[in-house]
């Protein structure tokens, strides 16, 4: 028999969960990060398409909670709880923050996807989750996937393959 699994897509500045038979993917992360929670009792997953560290740089007059790390971070939990995942055992896995272009003598402002890193880092210790795998860094892109009924987290890239965490 033929299990029927359904793939959630999450877009950029997105976020989405998904349930044990759900299977949760991104692509397109180049200095953004793909940020998934798990918790492998309940197999109840998240993922989060994080593109800036923080929303205190937002512009935009609707903020887009779900386009950075420190807003991103908490509404991924608490939809992950509204499931019955228990924060307690969750853990983390993440890949992306690439620096995709190299640019002579900039300071910090061109450092995204590295502070994209270090933002999702932590949010995840206030919070107490356990990163136990990355991916991040480089100059690729990569496309990602979460099966939650496993808990496996899959990076996929031109340049490096497909690799498992």
Avoid at 127 to 139: H, P, Q, V
Wanted: hydrophobic content about 40%.
């Amino acid at each position: 028999m033929i299990e029927e699994r359904s793939i959630t897509k999450v877009a950029m500045a997105d976020l989405n969960v998904a349930g044990p038979s759900g299977i949760l993917r991104t692509t397109g992360l180049g200095s953004c990060v793909g940020l998934t929670l798990y918790d492998p009792v309940t197999k109840i997953g998240g993922m989060a398409h994080v593109m800036l560290p923080s929303s205190a740089i937002a512009r935009e007059g609707q903020l887009n909670l779900a386009k950075y790390a420190d807003t991103a971070l908490p509404i991924l939990l608490n939809k992950m709880r509204e499931l019955g995942a228990s924060q307690a055992r969750m853990v983390a896995k993440m890949a992306g923050g690439a620096q995709m272009f190299a640019f002579a003598g900039s300071g910090d402002t061109m450092r995204i996807g590295p502070r994209n890193v270090e933002s999702c880092k932590e949010g995840l210790e206030q919070m107490g989750i356990k990163l136990i795998a990355e991916d991040t860094g480089g100059n690729y892109g990569r496309t990602v996937e979460l099966d939650c009924t496993t808990g496996k987290f899959t990076i996929r890239s031109v340049q490096k393959g497909i690799k498992e965490l």
